[in-house]
């Protein structure tokens, strides 16, 4: 049996590239509305909507409103977090509020790589 492969080299790139090209948000959960229970900083890449797609079935060749507000927003893991990041957690970058439809951990191999989520304003 051979040796897992290892993803420290992918790992290593990924903080890299956050690092670069991300900038500082705040990481927040909580209930709406009220003030955060948990609050932490973390250095996020915000990748908007590919609107270069063909449409398909039923859908616009424009994109929605709601579409062109919707982020795949990837960020590093760390240890400072308390828990699984989830939908009740969400991202506020200045007056911007990102709020999570859906957020993983990508983790091949067992190495922790980013968070991806789905967001939206």
Do not use: C, H, N
């Amino acid at each position: 049996m051979s040796a897992p492969f290892d993803y420290s080299g992918l790992q290593a790139t990924a903080v890299s590239l956050i690092s670069r090209f991300g900038r500082a948000v705040s990481l927040k959960r909580g209930v709406k509305g009220a003030s955060p229970a948990q609050a932490l900083t973390v250095t996020a890449v915000f990748v908007a909507p590919d609107r270069t797609r063909a449409p398909t079935a039923g859908q616009f060749r424009e994109p929605l409103a709601v579409e062109r507000r919707r982020y795949t927003v990837f960020f590093t893991p760390a240890a400072a977090f308390p828990e699984k990041i989830g939908t009740d957690w969400w991202i506020e970058d200045g007056t911007e509020r990102y709020a999570f439809e859906s957020v993983a951990l990508v983790k091949p191999g067992g190495t922790e790589l980013v968070y991806r989520a789905e967001a939206f304003l």
